[in-house]
């Protein structure tokens, strides 16, 4: 089974810099070479980050087709790259030395639900995109209880 459609980079809010084009079956190869090259576009993300001795300073990033020209500041990034030849998933996580770890939570929530939602959108299956989204929310009570705990708001 093949995903309906290539994925979208998403950025904050933001979707759509590099998306790619599901051509119809009844172009022969010819032709849906013709229309592949003239769709091809190229968009670059860059990424900085920088560190001391002590860990993580700041991560920077720019896309070309990025909410806003120039570099943007960060204070956490995931960014997960399938290897198909190995079927092995590919994955760079990186956080601040100075990011709280109450937006930690939040960053995995927001990234949770959004992978809910992108794997509903490669597969169709809203079933399991629906069981992936209540895990986050349940990930989001548990969090949220524990920083209160920690607090002392709860004994």
């Excluded at 979208?8 to 079956?25: E, F, K, N, Q």
């Excluded at 592949?36 to 001795?53: F, P, Y």
């Amino acid at each position: 089974m093949k995903v309906s459609r290539t994925g979208v980079v998403g950025v904050h809010g933001y979707s759509g810099a590099l998306r790619g084009a599901c051509l119809p079956r009844s172009l022969g190869d010819a032709e849906r070479t013709q229309v592949a090259w003239t769709m091809l576009k190229s968009s670059d993300i860059r990424l900085r980050v920088l560190m001391d001795d002590d860990g993580i300073e700041e991560i920077r990033w720019e896309a070309d087709d990025g909410p806003e020209p120039g570099e943007q500041s960060s204070k956490a990034m995931i960014l997960s790259l399938w290897d198909a030849e190995r079927r092995n998933a590919l994955r760079i996580d990186l956080w601040t030395k100075e990011m709280p770890v109450d937006d930690m939570n939040d960053f995995v929530f927001q990234t949770l639900m959004s992978l809910a939602d992108t794997y509903k959108n490669a597969t169709n299956d809203a079933g399991l995109a629906s069981e992936m989204k209540l895990f986050a929310q349940d990930f989001a009570h548990k969090a949220s209880e524990a920083a209160r705990r920690q607090a002392g708001l709860v004994p």
